[in-house]
């Protein structure tokens, strides 16, 4: 069966900056993201975490509609149109293609973003501390750390001659990590074999791809859609016998090797307070873009053991979660 777009319909608002409204009626919040709802239980959880920090919550005092692109990017735009013509109070825009959607969409109704990326290279702010318009957010840098992945993955793994990428090219920053892994495989004197994925069917198909190359351990470069599948490409990887890095914790949880990155639902629960901080009146210009207070690295020792591999102390000292 087809999962419903609409999860819940609960009310209107009109936009921005008649964001005060009569006692008798909810603000309505529009909330969409680039995958799914079933991915997306915890950052939705955070969110609602900090909207009611701010004191607001679903079905109180206010409303949310949701909508999920289901890994197909190009269907956000119209989902941003759908906010526009419900005059939701706020659009919450989850990745950045989701953001880039939202700005497009409208410049009246305020947008908090939460993107893994830098917002100012994908046109969604001109400047981090005071963002112009009607858009602000929350940014965990994700895109950002594909080559000190790539080191750690390295460490490692000295002995492999032959590593892959495995990405999105949907995603906005594809190009842009794709550069940096390029680069730190030079660096590092190994062979780096790009492989694409835009469907989880794809992602069967890419192990098929790295035996036939004979690729010896995986990069999973940041992307909404892949980290969604972050349990998926840890099961395969195991059973191919590949060691993994990738951008978030949960994916070392779900069985990957190592991640290393910022929290993503620290980014969303930020983002609900914002949310919750424009519904009273704040404007999005004036509230400076959340950047992240630090990076884990985080190994998963019981999948090395899987895998043959010996993980020195020295490595996991500096860990900061080990997983056994």
Known sequence: MRRRDFIS??????????????????????FFHATTAEANHDTVAAFRDGLSQTGFVEGRNVAIEYRWAEGQYDRLPAKAGEFVQLRVAIIVANTPVAARAAKQATTSIPIVFTVGSDPIKDGLVTNLSRPSGNITGATFFSNLLTA???????????????FSALVNPKNLNAEMQI????????AMAV??????????????????????QQVQALLVLSDAFLNNHAAQIAKLALRYGLPTCFA?????????LLSYGSSQTDAYRQSGIYVGRILKG?????????????FEFVINTKTAKALGLAVPNSIQLLADEVIE
């Not at 319909?9 to 009569?22: E, I, S």
């Not at 550069?179 to 030079?186: L, S, V």
């Not at 978030?248 to 990957?256: C, I, K, L, P, Q």
């Open 9 to 30: 319909v609960l009310g209107g608002a009109a936009a921005w900056p008649l964001v005060a409204r009569a006692q008798s009626a909810m603000p309505t919040i529009g």
């Open 148 to 162: 000190k992945r790539f080191e750690l993955l390295h460490e490692l793994v000295p002995n492999a001659r032959v």
């Open 179 to 186: 550069n940096e892994a390029q680069e730190a495989a030079r």
């Open 191 to 212: 062979q780096l074999v790009l492989v694409k994925a835009l469907t989880e069917g794809d992602i069967e198909n890419c192990f098929d791809t790295f035996k036939q």
């Open 248 to 256: 978030y914790r949960e994916a070392t949880v779900a069985g990957g």
């Open 282 to 294: 704040e404007k999005p210009a004036d509230l400076p873009v959340v950047q992240p207070a630090k």
